[in-house]
Structure formats: C-alpha cells, structure tokens
C-alpha cells in the first residue's frame, strides 16, 4: 500500500524516493513517513531515510519537524483526525438504535485498520508518548469520546441499578475492537488468518459481551 489512498499524488514507482517538485516540504515528508511505515513499520526507517525518500537533503526535515518521534507524531495525529472522521459517520448519533449503529461502528473499525495501516501503525504501534504533543492527545481522545458516547447510549437503556459504568463499556468494547483489527483485520502483512472475516468475528465477540451486560437485541432491556 501507498501512504494513503487519499493522498497518492505524482509520486515515482514505489521502489524510489517521492520527487519534491515545488510543493510542500511538510507534506511531502508525511508521504514519505505513511510509505515507509507501510513498508517497514514504523521503527523500521531514519529521520534521513524520510528525508531520501522525500527527495530532500537530511537537513530539510529540521525545518518542520524535531526529530524523527516529532514526525510519527504528525502522522499519528493526521491519523487520529481521519480516523474521529470515519467513526462519527458510521455512529450517526445512535440511529436508528444503539445496538444497529454500534456494529456499524465496529465495521468501520475493522475498514480504517483494513484500508490505512500505516495511518494505523503510527496511531498505535510507534510507541509515540501523548505527552509528546496535546493535539495528540486531543485528538486520539475525540476519536475514543465517539465510542464512549455509544457506551453511553448503550447503558442508558439498562436499569439504573444494574447499570454498568460506560467508561468501563467502552474500553472493553475498544480493547475487543482493537485486538480483531490488529491481529485479523489489518491490510499490511501482519495480518493473521481467520475462518471467517474479521467483522463476524468482531460483531460475534461484542455481541456475547453485550448479552452477559443483558443486552442481546435492539431494544431489549434485561428484565427486572
């Protein structure tokens, strides 16, 4: 895969480095970031290695970025961006019920890991602390405050006094979505096998989860 299916430009072939032909320097080293994280992941390249790739002299990248983690963390921010994007979309505000627009939430987990693994990679796998940028940080905690919200509508259905704590819905939910898409749903080569696709999986293992809050269909509410 290429940086991004949204931004392929005029690159040269993917064995060479992206030519800089009068544009943005910035940009043209994120390009060269999200290619060489698909190549290589995201330990796997040098702050000159970006630079080459970007067809630029190893001292250009100082111009914008820090150091190499100051680059990750752009591209990891750009993805966090996206990523809020494709989550409120498939959400929709709950409708036409919590439980429908929740599986279309899970779906477009699955889509984004599938279809932006560099994106992916950065966001998750750099190892880039949050404290290294608080847009970072902001952004990475808009993205999980769409499935928290849907936690929050999903435990709003249930009586008070059995009514789980939704941050703690949320983060059981996040943590089964993001342990599918890493392991099974993910579109790079450390993508593993499965019987069946990656959104059965998912939308089996959330629904067994759901089921034992007292959750098992639109609408229902345990008894009691």
């Known amino acids: 895969m290429s940086w991004s299916k949204h931004e392929r430009g005029g690159a040269e072939g993917a064995g060479g480095p992206r ?25 796997g390249f040098t702050f000159a290695e970006a630079a080459r790739w970007a067809g630029v002299s190893p001292a250009a990248p100082y111009r914008h970025f820090r150091d190499r983690d100051e680059l ?7 993805g966090f961006e996206r990523f809020e994007v494709v989550l409120k979309r498939a959400w ?15 779906k477009a987990y699955m889509e984004f890991a599938r279809t932006e693994p560099a994106y992916y990679s950065a966001m998750f ?10 847009e970072l940080r902001e952004a ?12 929050e509508k999903l ?5 008070a006094a059995k009514r789980p704590p939704a941050l703690m819905v949320a983060l059981h939910i996040w943590s089964l979505s993001h ?25 089996a293992g959330v629904l067994v989860y759901l089921r034992g809050l007292g959750l098992s269909a639109a609408g229902d509410r345990p008894p009691g």
């Open 19 to 43: 030519g800089y032909h009068h544009g943005n320097l910035k940009e043209a080293l994120l390009r060269a970031a999200l290619e060489l994280i698909a190549q290589k992941g995201p330990a």
């Open 72 to 78: 990750l963390a752009n591209v990891a921010l750009r």
């Open 92 to 106: 929709d505000d709950g409708r036409p019920d919590a439980l429908a627009a929740l599986d279309r939430l899970g």
């Open 125 to 134: 796998e750099a190892g880039i602390p949050l404290s290294t940028s608080a």
């Open 140 to 151: 990475g905690e808009r993205a999980f405050a769409v499935l928290r919200g849907a936690a």
């Open 155 to 159: 435990c709003a259905q249930m009586p």
């Open 179 to 203: 342990g599918v898409a890493s392991l099974f749903g993910r579109g790079d080569a450390a993508r593993r096998t499965l019987p069946m696709s990656a959104e059965e999986l998912l939308e």
